[in-house]
């Protein structure tokens, strides 16, 4: 219906990054190809392929390349990479070290964005400058948003406007307990302390509110929105590029090609391999703001249906139980 | 996160009625007596069973009962009604006669919904008085909105706001095509047009947004929303009613009995018999503001994971086919 073209708007792919949250990151060359290719011709404007970290800290017998992300194996998957999308990765606090990463001449890698928690914002701003020291583009993920107060927010945001030069921050709603007029609550915070820095979002649809949240976004001021293709991700998942493609009417994108990953590869991913999108359990633990581990391991157990036990058992308090 | 607890919000279950579009209301008596007890026990404020058709016009051989929700079949699967929720029926026009209601003294019933066409409203308005005659509580969903022009809509709602004293009228996203931002120009004509009834909606969630577009709704003035137990209904199904009653907050509300019944009910009835949700086929027919009659056809037949294909066909101009 609506008729927004909304030009301005950039989109993120995350599906390997976030989607490897499911699975270690043990996706196929073929299949990371594949997706690339399809992003890559619906459009969309940044492709986050994995995770960058370092093999001293994880072992890549347990995970996939995905993990670390590679710039040889990069330059093996992406074989043909177009001028009208970035290619990048993401890195966490801690995980990662200096000679990680190439001078940006030598490497395939476009961007580097910065996870953090908000207590953390000074190390994230040290990293983001690091790795722009590279000569990488940088951005910064504010994690776990909805379990931080509006004041130190805006200071920790203020610290990151005045030392950083990342083009975009973005809102992540961690836990999936956003409500729309939560997110225009932040988005507004951001705009206000956020000057010279894109804004950006990033949904999870425990209570089905990824996508909806990311137009929330928008109408609000962020310009700067990740999606993941059928919406996989973590538990809920995340808000699926084929909606926001769709919802965003700009003629450069396609939702053809993201429709066709989807029948040749999500399908029988999902209904064979990995599971992801709505699910009470997840839903529950987005509604009381909470880390969705309880859920993620209440699925992985032979309880994964007793949705009313599991909510008591979270409602319940320690005292009582 | 957002703490809004908006107590004149009302909340209608259609799990039963909506649902049984996919079965043709096969559902056993055992079954709807389990839900109607889980919603009741839910603080829901209405339980409309079915619908109220004739037996003349549809063959009980092909149809379950909730096609028809006769008096005497529901005095015995709704063995316990709590004063707390009340019980109806909706009708489509010409689908039923006058002689299907029983004087209200008469009948278990306690409200009558007229579904109609804004084309048809001055036979709503005839239908809706009918029963609202025989003592039955009238409410009134405008369907296919989405295809409506304003100019219409607000005529048609001025003669149902002149003609009728029906308790509420319903914005119906049949084709699950609405943004927030439209929900919110419907929202507007329906409350400039509707002084003396409450405003409803009823979105379905072929782009992720019915959860999304009941919170918009009431944000813009709605009162009296729909909603089915895991968002169960034809197609991509609905508004997931345990996610709208955790977001409204009104302390009359428990989400316990809902997910009991998920757990009990709905798990295996997804897994093993009927479907609905979030899948692609919907979202295709939902971003073009269109009836899901053909993706539903998709889904039955051996191309039902076709999406390209099927998008393709939908937006290439007929001359070209």
Not at 15 to 29: E, H, V, Y
Request: charged share 25%; proline share 3%; aromatic share 10%.
């Amino acid at each position: 219906m609506s008729m927004i073209a909304n030009e301005s708007v950039k989109v993120v792919d995350c599906t390997i990054r976030d989607g490897g949250l499911i699975n270690k990151w043990k996706f196929s060359d073929e299949m990371v190809s594949a997706v690339f290719s399809a992003i890559a011709a619906s459009g969309a404007d940044f492709f986050e392929i994995g995770y960058r970290a370092s093999e001293k800290l994880f072992d890549p017998k347990e995970f996939g390349s995905w993990r670390f992300s590679r710039d040889d194996v990069l330059r093996k998957v992406i074989a043909k990479k177009p001028d009208s999308i970035k290619l990048g990765v993401m890195v966490d606090i801690g995980r990662v070290e200096t000679d990680d990463f190439l001078p940006k001449d030598e490497s395939v890698v476009d961007f580097v964005r910065v996870a953090t928690y908000l207590k953390d914002v000074r190390k994230a701003v040290e990293l983001a400058n690091l790795v722009k020291g590279r000569g990488y583009e940088s951005f910064i993920n504010i994690m776990a948003i909805s379990t931080v107060n509006s004041y130190d927010l805006s200071e920790g945001l203020k610290e990151i406007e005045a030392e950083t030069d990342a083009t975009a921050v973005s809102i992540v709603d961690s836990y999936g307990s956003l409500y729309p007029d939560d997110v225009k609550h932040l988005v507004d915070i951001f705009c206000k302390s956020l000057k010279t820095k894109k804004i950006g979002f990033h949904g999870h649809n425990n209570q089905q509110l990824a996508f909806a949240n990311t137009i929330e976004a928008v109408q609000c001021g962020a310009t700067f929105c990740d999606a993941t293709v059928n919406g996989i991700g973590r538990g809920a998942g995340n808000c699926p590029i084929e909606l926001l493609l769709a919802w965003l009417k700009n003629p450069r994108y396609n939702i053809e090609p993201v429709l066709k990953a989807i029948q040749d590869v999500f399908v029988d991913l999902r209904e064979k391999e990995i599971e992801w999108g709505y699910l009470i359990p997840y839903m529950i633990t987005g509604m009381l703001n909470e880390h969705p581990r309880t859920a993620i391991a209440l699925r992985s157990s032979d309880k994964k249906d007793h949705y009313a036990d599991f909510y008591r058992q979270l409602t319940t308090p320690e005292c009582f139980k």
